[in-house]
């Protein structure tokens, strides 16, 4: 049973240009969570996502991101205009139950770097 | 607002001691807490799971101790390894998960 998986691992862009992060949740989830971890800094929630459904974004910046969990495929999580600030780990976690009874399983992160 | 808080920071500690990382949150009304491992330029892997109703959860040499009323939680580590060292994160769940810092460990051969 393969664990959440996120794709890049590594992720170049320069500023003006689009990042797309890819997770699969564990088979058989179907909540997802995104959380940003900046340099030296803790994880910060970003949004909460079932199956074609955003339930809380409420840690999204309001401009140039997004994210979706479309009935097929992985999640996605979007920067439109990438800036420096945008640099950090972007963590993926996905629960077979919601938030309030679900152990949360991460995956491995995707490292955006933003030139 | 949910806010974590871990203590200490760092701690660097000879192999073989027993030693206790420490937690607080804000706001007591949580569903559980979680202890998770980061290795440098890793994932989180989750440690133990401590379910509001409970006070503790042992695993192997892991031992985490829940006092939801005056918002604390502490992770012990028995017999500690070099391969103990990583940066060990708390995380209480709310209607979100919320982090703390995270303490950076490191075990001294």
């Known amino acids: 049973n393969a664990g959440v998986m996120q794709n890049p691992r590594h992720l170049v862009r320069r500023r003006g240009q689009e990042a797309r992060l890819r997770c699969s949740p564990m088979?058989?989830?179907?909540?997802v969570y995104w959380y940003r971890q900046l340099p030296e800094e803790g994880l910060k929630f970003m949004v909460y996502?079932?199956?074609?459904?955003?339930?809380?974004e409420s840690g999204m910046p309001k401009e140039r991101f997004s994210a979706e969990f479309p009935k097929e495929g992985p999640s996605i999580l979007r920067i439109q205009q990438v800036v420096r600030g945008d640099s950090a780990a972007y963590f993926c976690?996905?629960?077979?139950?919601?938030?309030?009874?679900?152990?949360?399983?991460f995956g491995e992160g995707s490292r955006l770097t933003v030139l | 607002k949910q806010e974590v808080t871990q203590i200490p920071a760092a701690l660097s500690v000879p192999e073989g001691e027993n030693l206790v990382l420490n937690c607080s949150f804000t706001?007591?009304?949580?569903?559980?807490l979680q202890w998770f491992r980061q290795d440098p330029g890793k994932g989180l892997t989750s440690l133990l799971l401590?379910?509001?109703?409970?006070r503790e959860q042992t695993s192997g040499r892991l031992n985490a101790s829940l006092d939801k009323s005056s918002g604390r939680s502490t992770l012990y580590i028995a017999a500690s390894q070099p391969g103990d060292s990583a940066t060990y994160l708390c995380?209480?769940?709310?209607?979100?998960?919320?982090f703390g810092a995270g303490t950076i460990l490191r075990v001294k051969s």
């Open positions: 996502l079932q199956k074609e459904n955003i339930i809380d």
């Open positions: 706001d007591s009304a949580i569903y559980n």
């Open positions: 401590i379910q509001s109703s409970q």
């Open positions: 976690a996905s629960s077979q139950m919601d938030t309030n009874t679900g152990e949360l399983f």
């Open positions: 088979k058989g989830h179907s909540h």
């Open positions: 995380a209480v769940e709310g209607n979100k998960l919320v």
